[in-house]
């Protein structure tokens, strides 16, 4: 293998990759003053924006719980407490609305220590949680500041467990000793800027003296730890990830490190009581036995452990199926399925082996919110495009239906459509189309476009609240597109976009803008596309590719100079997906696509909106400062806006998401109207 000429070191752009340099950061600033100037006064600015204010802050949404033993957690914003309160309620509380028990205010405590936090989530420790690591992040990114947290004081330990700001990863082993994966130093980060190695820290020991349980290699994405608690066993886990699709499992058993015998491309969901459950991603032939790709597997871990691959077969994905997300109860293990991008919902009782299907509505998502391993209940929500959420809880084979997001927008004369569109290999794209129902087939109505395709990342029906009254109150037609390179039809639905066949995404989505062309839903001066991280890679190839087929683009914290991503940030970790661009043979499919780099002076393209964070630790801005310098350079009309912090959700308040939408969808009407 051969390597590239790095080209890219004589960019003049490359001085917008410094963060927060003083330059750079004027640079965005100047560039959102332009762009917020032009959208507030669009007529349609103050309403949007103050629309979905109210939604994001409405005292009507579900305070969705995290079950842990009597408790019912919940992290809340609104309009008195912007960025958030941590609390907690007692089961008959939370079911009858009663009293919320005050955690953690973060809006004082950000007062307090002059810091922008964001709450990034709370570890416990089992059984009584009454101890907490507290993650905190400054401006919202992926690294976090990490504290011992006491339930019952409601404060800060003093001298307690502490980790500085660092992408950290740590499990309670008991209540005097971390397993931590962290910044422990030079040496200590893989490329991909993850940790490096594991150890186990033992309270009122320094950290970087504390003993190295496991160390992995520089070239991989990076190591984790995971303590497993059930009624009799505690799995002690480490996890090597090679890369974005593999990894080596180990565990501690009888005393000692060790692997794993199971494929290197399979989930491994977690432990049972006594058993172990896995996912797979691929076929898995064994001399005795052959498990398709998708399959759900059980087995008791001793038996295991001792040689045995007598997999229990919970579930065999059919062709238009997958398996989206798995919880665990104390007997269950709870499985959400989807079928044609519609969600169906199952338990499985490992002791009795019998899978059964929960009763939901037939043409909507579930999420499965939270589980509780003392028994077999548990949490979940069904949702779709034009029915808010409902709260449901499962106990004892029976559901309640706790409480349901109202109606943000008039649904009652719209109606949901789902059509195939052919690709360029003949492939056939599922979409969705959310519309008015009295929508002429004219060719003329503002059509937006959501898509994403990558990752194994499934996008499925969901309610359209800020959307719906941003959007199809005012006569835009929403649409979903379901391309490859996501999870909507399992593994090989994601594999077949990967890499080399990286094409096919933006085939996929140019398919889906032609088809609604020729059902006269709309035509490409009335058609937009959105979409963020690797959905910004994806319309920022689509319109540099076919800028015909679209009237509009945003394109949020993307991906967009693929000569560089794998140098910045956790770029690294995305090689298994994208390709290396330091491999010539591999570059020559990358550079194809690659926004930044197809930009020519000589192409008309739509007036495009880009939108990113300063403070995204995960996707470089630069990508997105890159390329709008470029097309100003190349005299291409393009609105640009840095939100100083956010990370890679873009937005830490609801005021800052408000403001976000208002300028996207104010962009898209001014562009496609």
Partial sequence: MSSVKEKSMDDPHLWLENIEDHQALQWAKQQNEITTSHMQKQPYFNEIYDKNLEILNSDDRIAYPTIRRDYLYNFWQDAKNERGIWRRAKYDDYFNGGEWEELLDLDKLSKQENESWVFKGAEGLYPDYEKYMIKLSRGGGDATVVREYDITTKSFVENGFELPEAKSFLAWYDKDTLWVASDFGKDSLTNSGYPMSVREWKRGTELIESNIVFRGEKQDIGSYSFVIHTDKHKYKLIIRAKTFYSAEYHVFYKDNLQLLDVPDDCKLTGFLQEYMIIQLKSDWTLPQNNYKAGSILVISFEEFMNGSRNFDVVVVPEDDETVTSIQLTKNYIVINKLKNVRSQLYHYNIYSKKLNQVPTSEY??????????????????YSDFLTPPTLHFFQNDQIKKIRQLPHFFSSDNFQVQQ?????????????????????QLNGKNPTLIKAYGGFEVSLYPHYLGTIGTSWL????VYIVANIRGGGEFGPKWHRCALKENRQRCFDDLAAVAKDISHRKISSAKYTGIIGGS??????GAAFTQKPELYGAVV????????????KLLAGASWVAEYGNPDIEEEWEYIKKYSPYHNLSPDKEYPVVFIYTSTKDDRVHPGHARKMVARM????HKVYYYENLEGGHAGATTHHQQAFASALSYCYLWEQLE
């Avoid at 109150?473 to 835009?476: A, D, E, K, L, V």
């Avoid at 394109?555 to 794998?566: E, G, I, N, S, T």
């Fill in 364 to 381: 909507g998502s579930i999420h499965l919110i939270t589980s509780d391993d003392n028994s077999d209940s548990f949490f979940y929500t």
């Fill in 473 to 476: 109150q005012r006569g835009g």
């Fill in 419 to 439: 059509f195939m569109a052919n690709s360029t290999d003949e492939a056939k794209i599922p979409y969705f189309v959310v519309s008015s129902k009295d929508t």
């Fill in 555 to 566: 394109c949020q914290v993307p991906l967009l100079d693929m000569q560089r991503y794998h």
């Fill in 632 to 635: 100003q350079e190349m005299d």
């Fill in 534 to 539: 690797n959905g910004g890679l994806l319309v």
